[in-house]
């Protein structure tokens, strides 16, 4: 089982920034890779960015240049730095860990981007 904890969402205006953590536990030696996705009232939950185990990144065209996804393996803890925030940045952020068998979920913490 892996445990995941998000934590940093808020309210910004737009061309902020915010930084969101996802702190994993228990069997983290399983994970194979970690990401977050979004998800904004009415439509589906969409990758943002993912990083593997051997420190490959992956990011949704949206928000390349302004969005950077990186880890402290020693906290086990994952980041995503958000920049230059626009509205339709706005949505449920939710933390991945996956492994071979399972993908395990964070509950989600809400980014909100005024205009």
């Known amino acids: 089982q892996v445990q995941l904890v998000e934590s940093g969402g808020g309210l910004v205006q737009a061309g902020g920034s915010l930084r969101l953590s996802c702190a994993a536990s228990?069997?983290?030696?399983?994970?194979?890779?970690m990401g977050w996705y979004r998800q904004a009232p009415g439509k589906q939950r969409e990758l943002v960015a993912a990083?593997?185990?051997?420190?490959?990144?992956n990011y949704a065209d949206s928000v390349k240049g302004r969005f950077t996804i990186s880890r402290d393996n020693a906290k086990n803890t994952v980041y995503l730095q958000m920049n230059s925030l626009k509205p339709e940045d706005t949505g449920v952020y939710y933390c991945?860990?996956?492994?071979?068998?399972?993908?395990?979920w964070g509950r989600g913490t809400q980014v909100t981007v005024s205009s």
């Open positions: 228990g069997s983290i030696f399983s994970i194979n890779a």
């Open positions: 990083i593997t185990s051997g420190g490959s990144t």
């Open positions: 991945n860990a996956r492994t071979y068998e399972v993908n395990y």
